[in-house]
């Protein structure tokens, strides 16, 4: 029962979309109201009308990455899992570069010797035709 002093708010949801976008400070408020002693999940589920997994789900991410993993609402990758990523982007970029140096130098070879006339035009012949 609401006093006078109180205000109760009443949300009403029109149009054709069938989910409420929750910004990352709402969530993180919504999720503080659970760690309130006394307070429960199921409560404050109801109290917004959301389903407790995604109150769960919230709490998870904000416990692991705070706000900014409520935010993008994705998972949160640990630092170690994320330096180890990074340096294995290092090596493959490495890897990429001399690679494109590989070929480069061959064009060139291919280039010099196509114009002394040492490589022909012709498709090479296969490993059988030499037996």
């Given at each position: 029962?609401?006093?006078?002093?109180?205000?109760?708010?009443i949300?009403?949801?029109?149009?054709?979309?069938r989910?409420?976008?929750?910004?990352?400070?709402?969530?993180?408020?919504?999720?503080?109201?659970?760690?309130?002693?006394?307070?429960?999940?199921?409560?404050?589920?109801?109290?917004?009308?959301?389903?407790?997994?995604?109150?769960?789900?919230w709490?998870?991410?904000?416990?692991?990455?705070?706000?900014?993993?409520?935010?993008?609402?994705?998972?949160?990758?640990?630092?170690?899992?994320?330096?180890?990523?990074?340096?294995?982007?290092?090596?493959?970029?490495?890897?990429?570069?001399?690679?494109?140096?590989?070929?480069?130098?061959?064009?060139?070879?291919?280039?010099?010797?196509?114009?002394?006339?040492?490589?022909?035009?012709?498709?090479?012949?296969?490993?059988?035709?030499?037996?």
């Open positions: 029962m609401t006093s006078i002093n109180e205000v109760e708010y949300e009403v949801i029109s149009g054709s979309q989910r409420r976008r929750w910004t990352a400070v709402e969530k993180a408020r919504i999720v503080q109201e659970t760690l309130q002693p006394g307070m429960n999940v199921s409560y404050i589920a109801r109290k917004y009308e959301l389903s407790a997994s995604l109150i769960f789900t709490r998870r991410r904000m416990k692991e990455g705070g706000i900014q993993a409520i935010q993008a609402d994705d998972e949160v990758v640990a630092a170690s899992e994320l330096k180890k990523l990074k340096v294995h982007i290092r090596e493959l970029e490495r890897m990429l570069g001399k690679k494109t140096m590989e070929v480069e130098i061959l064009g060139e070879a291919v280039k010099v010797g196509r114009e002394k006339k040492l490589i022909s035009r012709t498709p090479l012949l296969e490993m059988d035709d030499f037996e």
